[in-house]
Structure formats: structure tokens, C-alpha cells
């Protein structure tokens, strides 16, 4: 699910960059991000390029979380392989949504973080199943008895 979400959020992100630069007119896929920031932060009267390059760097944030959890993916198997794997891309992900959740609160108080904090708790919520769903469940999962080693 995170390999999902991650890359398509990181190409919507990545059309409405390379629309917002080359001055196309693209509606499939365009996330619309860069004109939302723009229409947040123009009280700050800061710079034009601020808000493509904030998109830039959600979509570069995006796309290595798409590629961890991808990579999760294919080195996942029995035995605990890809675990490693799959607390790095949860621990990236957890790390996204704060970062946006924190960036939101700082620029748009308490109208926009809400589904930031909901990504959050999903985020949450995959750590707490991969921690406590066993990675094979026909192992057996407790420690070896002394009558077992005859």
C-alpha cells in the first residue's frame, strides 16, 4: 500500500512541477500543489519559485518513499527477510507526514494538516502491524522446549 501511494502521489507531484516550470496546461495527473502553496504562502510575499520548489522537494520526498517501500517489497519474504527493509520505508514514511503535518501547521494553522495527521496514523498504524504480524505465521514462534533438541 505504501509502494502505491507513495508513487502515485510522487508523480502527481512531478507532473504539477514539470507543469508549473514548462508552462504546460496538463489536468491528468497534476496534483495542483504548486497553485494551493502559492495561494498559502502568498502572504509571506516570498519568492515565485518558492512554491515549485516546495512541490520539488514533496515529490523527491515522495519518490524515495515510494522507492524504499518498493524495495520492502521485493526483498520481502518468510523467514524475516525485507524487514530491515520495511522499518526503513515505515520509518521514512512516519517522517513525510510529520514533516508535512509540522509544514502545514506553520503555514495554514488548523485548516489543512488534518489529512497529514490521518497519513500519519496509518503510518503508525503499518509499523504497529509489521512489528506484530509474524513474517511466516507456519513457524513456530516460541523458543525451542529441551524435549524438542532429542
Same mark, same amino acid.
Given at each position: 500500500?505504501?509502494?502505491?501511494? !507513495?508513487?502515485?502521489?510522487?508523480?502527481?507531484?512531478?507532473?504539477?512541477?514539470?507543469?508549473? %516550470?514548462?508552462?504546460?496546461?496538463?489536468?491528468?495527473?497534476?496534483?495542483?500543489?504548486?497553485?494551493?502553496?502559492?495561494?498559502?504562502?502568498?502572504?509571506?510575499?516570498?519568492?515565485?519559485?518558492?512554491?515549485?520548489?516546495?512541490?520539488?522537494?514533496?515529490?523527491?520526498? @515522495?519518490?524515495?518513499?515510494?522507492?524504499?517501500?518498493?524495495?520492502?517489497?521485493?526483498?520481502? =519474504?518468510?523467514?524475516?527477510?525485507?524487514?530491515? @527493509?520495511?522499518?526503513?520505508?515505515? =520509518?521514512?514514511?512516519?517522517? %513525510?507526514?510529520?514533516?508535512?503535518?509540522?509544514?502545514?501547521? !506553520? !503555514?495554514?494553522?488548523?485548516?489543512?494538516? =488534518?489529512?497529514?495527521?490521518?497519513?500519519?496514523?496509518?503510518?503508525?498504524?503499518?509499523? %504497529? %502491524?509489521?512489528?506484530?504480524?509474524?513474517?511466516?505465521? =507456519?513457524?513456530?514462534?516460541?523458543?525451542?522446549?529441551?524435549?524438542?533438541?532429542?
Amino acid at each position: 500500500i505504501g509502494a502505491v501511494y !507513495f508513487t502515485f502521489v510522487a508523480v502527481t507531484n512531478i507532473v504539477n512541477f514539470i507543469v508549473s %516550470v514548462g508552462g504546460y496546461h496538463w489536468a491528468f495527473l497534476n496534483s495542483g500543489n504548486v497553485s494551493y502553496i502559492g495561494s498559502v504562502t502568498k502572504i509571506y510575499a516570498w519568492p515565485a519559485w518558492f512554491d515549485k520548489a516546495a512541490v520539488l522537494a514533496a515529490a523527491l520526498a @515522495e519518490t524515495a518513499g515510494a522507492f524504499l517501500f518498493w524495495n520492502a517489497l521485493r526483498k520481502s =519474504g518468510s523467514h524475516g527477510t525485507g524487514t530491515r @527493509e520495511a522499518w526503513i520505508a515505515l =520509518g521514512w514514511n512516519i517522517m %513525510v507526514w510529520l514533516g508535512f503535518t509540522a509544514g502545514t501547521e !506553520f !503555514f495554514v494553522a488548523y485548516q489543512a494538516e =488534518g489529512p497529514f495527521r490521518e497519513l500519519l496514523a496509518i503510518s503508525l498504524l503499518m509499523a %504497529v %502491524v509489521v512489528a506484530v504480524v509474524p513474517d511466516d505465521p =507456519g513457524l513456530q514462534t516460541h523458543p525451542p522446549r529441551a524435549e524438542d533438541n532429542r
